[in-house]
Every structure is written in structure tokens, then in C-alpha cells.
């Protein structure tokens, strides 16, 4: 993988969006590969196409690319809050691919966001359109990448370091057995997920777990068999390999460094 962009391929444009939706295009489209199947290449899409700007020749699973100099924040803007909705609740959402680029244009990282960790609870409404804009009243979305599971980011480039792509892929197919689940089931599998990793410990117990009764209360207000829900949700990640039962209320978190290979 050659993480030098290729700067001279947007000579020909002025804006520095367009010559940054070339140069990092050009770059997946050498170097991108799939992470649903064995293909190492990517085809891009046609341009204008919705929600997806490449696809897995092989298999045809879709990824939408968004690329930044320097870092991703917290969240990510992407199209209209609706459609996302609709893809979430299909089951039809592209997995994301997020590039960063430094100043000399080489990459510095590159990760991928796994579809199925897309929930409705890592969507937000953006504020929508002014009565006064072309589109009035069109609501665009934010993707809360901090409300995403350290297994749905999967990192085929960390700090200018490539990762090991049998381990990338390995860590992506773990998480397609998120598919057995319904929309409302992954989304509190995925939340329960994200608030162990909060914890900042690898084991932990029953009782921490516990500790998130209030915050899910909060999410789902109406719900008042929260505890049992969370015993469940263990259930449910130890199942999918995500957790192991080390013994009687005691957990281990399963998530591997993929550095390691």
C-alpha cells in the first residue's frame, strides 16, 4: 500500500474540495481492497451515485468514502437524515471508509466503519434548511463516531502504519454476525458494547455493568427491565464472541489489537 497521495491528478481543479475528492478517490481506487470478501480491489461507483462511491467487484459490498486533512472529530456529516433512516432500518447501509491526510498529502490514517455498527442511536438531525435555501426544509445528518464500538472501526492505515489485512478483514467479518440481529436489537447490543469500553478495563463485572442502568434508562425511557436487558446484552455478546465468561458474574472484553496481526 503506497500511502502518497496523488497530488498532480487535480492540477485541472481549483477548489480545494474537488481537489481533495480526486486525490483521495484516485488513492482508494490504488490501494482500497475489500474487507467483506479476499478481493484487493475497489471500483468506484459512477459519479452521483447515492450513498456508495465504491464497491467490491468481487461481492459487491458498498463503501462511502470520506476523507479529511488532519483528523476526524467526533461526528461526520453525511446526507439527508431520512434516507440514512431508511437505510439503517433495510439493512443497506455502506460501510464508511474515513481517510486523513497530512499537509504533504500522504495518508495518515485509514478506517473503515462497519455498516452493520451504523444504529439509528449514531444518527443525528442536523438542523434543517432555512425557508429561504434552494432546498428548504431539507434535513441533512451527522454520523457520532464516538457512539460506535471499537470492533465496528476497523484501522487499515494507524498513524501512517499499515495494518495487517487478514486481520482487518478477520476483525470485519467478526462483526458481520451482527446480521442475525434485528435494527432494535443491534442498537442495544452496539450501546451496551460502547459503554463497556468506557469502563477502561478488559474484565469487569456483573455490577459494572450495572453501573449503566441510569444512561440506558435515559435512552430508552419506557423500558423498566433495564437490568434484565443488560444480562441479556451479555448474552448476546458472548454469543457473537465479543466477550467471554471468565466465571460467575465476571466478563472479559474479546477486542484485539490488530496491529498485532
Keep these: 500500500m503506497n500511502l502518497t497521495c496523488e497530488i498532480s491528478l487535480a492540477e485541472a481543479y481549483t477548489s ?5 475528492r480526486i486525490v483521495t478517490e484516485a488513492w482508494v481506487a490504488s490501494n482500497g481492497y475489500c474487507l467483506a470478501c479476499d478481493s484487493d480491489q475497489l471500483i468506484a461507483t459512477p459519479r452521483n451515485t447515492k450513498a456508495r462511491d465504491f464497491e467490491c467487484p468481487q461481492c459487491n459490498h458498498p463503501y462511502e468514502l470520506k476523507s479529511t486533512r488532519g483528523s476526524f472529530g467526533r461526528q ?9 433512516m431508511g437505510r439503517i432500518e433495510s439493512s443497506s447501509t455502506s460501510s464508511f471508509l474515513l481517510l486523513s491526510y497530512d499537509p504533504a498529502w500522504m495518508v495518515s490514517s485509514f478506517q473503515a466503519v462497519h455498516h452493520l455498527f451504523i444504529t439509528p442511536l449514531t444518527i443525528q438531525a442536523r438542523k ?11 434535513t441533512g445528518c451527522n454520523i457520532l463516531l464516538d457512539r460506535i464500538p471499537k470492533e465496528g472501526r476497523i484501522d487499515l492505515v494507524r ?8 486481520a482487518s478483514r478477520k476483525q470485519f467479518r467478526q ?8 435494527v432494535s436489537e443491534r442498537t442495544w447490543t452496539t450501546i451496551v458494547l460502547n459503554l463497556l469500553h468506557g469502563l477502561a478495563i478488559s474484565t469487569f463485572t456483573l455490577a459494572d455493568a450495572y453501573s449503566f442502568e441510569d444512561r440506558l434508562s435515559k435512552i430508552y425511557p419506557y423500558n423498566r427491565n433495564i437490568r434484565p436487558k443488560i444480562r441479556q446484552q451479555l448474552q448476546v455478546l ?22 498485532k496481526g
Design 16 to 20: 480545494g474540495s474537488q481537489r481533495a
Design 76 to 84: 461526520i456529516n453525511d446526507g439527508a437524515y431520512s434516507a440514512m
Design 128 to 138: 434543517p434548511l432555512s425557508d429561504s435555501a434552494v432546498r428548504s426544509g431539507w
Design 159 to 166: 498513524e501512517s502504519i499499515v495494518m495487517p489485512k487478514s
Design 175 to 182: 462483526s458481520e454476525k451482527l446480521a442475525c440481529l434485528s
Design 238 to 259: 458472548r454469543d457473537l464472541g465479543f466477550l467471554k465468561f471468565l466465571d460467575r458474574g465476571i466478563y472479559k472484553l474479546e477486542h484485539n489489537d490488530i496491529s
